[in-house]
């Protein structure tokens, strides 16, 4: 990783971009990736430098080094930055910052898991379009265990993947899963073998990243718009989304490209 949106001696959420995807990584190593204030506030900052970049079409959350994604909050801070409702208001508002980002983000987003997923982690990997985790990975939300209160922004992520039952599950018990738990709940969406997941990361952010821009952006609007109680100006939205494909260089290139039997060559307009 070569550029920072937000750095400090021990802790931060650096950016970089590699063949048409843009990396955010978590990097708190002395804390298995814990996320503090400073970094959660700089995640959003870091999606939208990456968005605004014309080199990037997919977006990759990872966690620094080789062990773990994200291990959740820095609970070290609790005692001072979240330690009574009025400082829990600002501190989750940051939290919901960072997961609005994820989710509203113009180019698709996918997190790429390793070693420990846990509470925020657990939440930005929800937030993200798609989750691959290397095999031992493990997830949980240990909210009950800490006695932290999450508002529905924070959750809303996991109820829509988990389901209401599930969810219940996971943050009553505080328990953590495995991947093929994990997968069978309908969190994960590919499970790479171990030493693989990287390669496998790569692989499936470069297979995105080769689609054509503007579908990729109708397709995950509509997508989202079925599983959300959307107003009928945001529906329609999505289909103005939908209809602008249509109008686009990218579809004569795309159907030109299929005729010709060739990869096609898209630009996003």
């Not at 968005?51 to 080094?65: E, Q, T």
């Not at 980002?101 to 990997?125: D, H, K, Q, V, Y």
Request: hydrophobic share 50%; charged share 25%; aromatic share 6%.
């Amino acid at each position: 990783m070569t550029d920072s949106a937000a750095d400090t001696r021990t802790a931060r959420i650096a950016t970089a971009i590699e063949d048409r995807i843009g990396w955010i990584e978590v990097d708190n190593p002395a804390r298995k990736n814990a996320i503090t204030l400073d970094m959660w506030q700089a995640i959003p900052r870091a999606v939208d430098k990456l968005a605004a970049d014309p080199r990037v079409r997919v977006i990759v959350l990872r966690g620094a080094g080789e062990e773990t994604f994200i291990a959740g909050a820095d609970i070290s801070e609790f005692a001072t930055l979240r330690k009574d409702a009025a400082s829990a208001r600002a501190y989750e508002a940051s939290n919901a910052a960072a997961f609005d980002a994820l989710r509203n983000a113009p180019l698709p987003t996918l997190a790429m898991i390793r070693g420990f997923c846990l509470g925020g982690g657990f939440g930005l990997a929800a937030a993200c379009d798609l989750r691959i985790a290397e095999d031992g990975a493990s997830f949980g939300i240990p909210a009950a265990r800490l006695g932290v209160g999450y508002p529905p922004t924070a959750i809303a992520d996991v109820v829509r993947l988990l389901g209401p039952s599930r969810a219940k599950l996971l943050f009553f018990t505080a328990r953590r899963i495995g991947v093929q738990e994990a997968e069978r709940f309908g969190f994960l969406d590919v499970v790479a073998t171990p030493g693989t997941l990287e390669a496998e990361a790569r692989r499936l952010a470069g297979e995105i990243a080769s689609g054509a821009p503007l579908t990729l952006r109708a397709a995950r609007a509509g997508i989202d718009a079925l599983t959300a109680r959307l107003t009928g100006e945001e529906l329609a939205a999505c289909q103005a989304l939908a209809g602008a494909c249509f109008d686009s260089r990218d579809f004569v290139e795309g159907r030109t490209a299929f005729m010709e039997k060739r990869a096609p060559e898209f630009t996003g307009s």
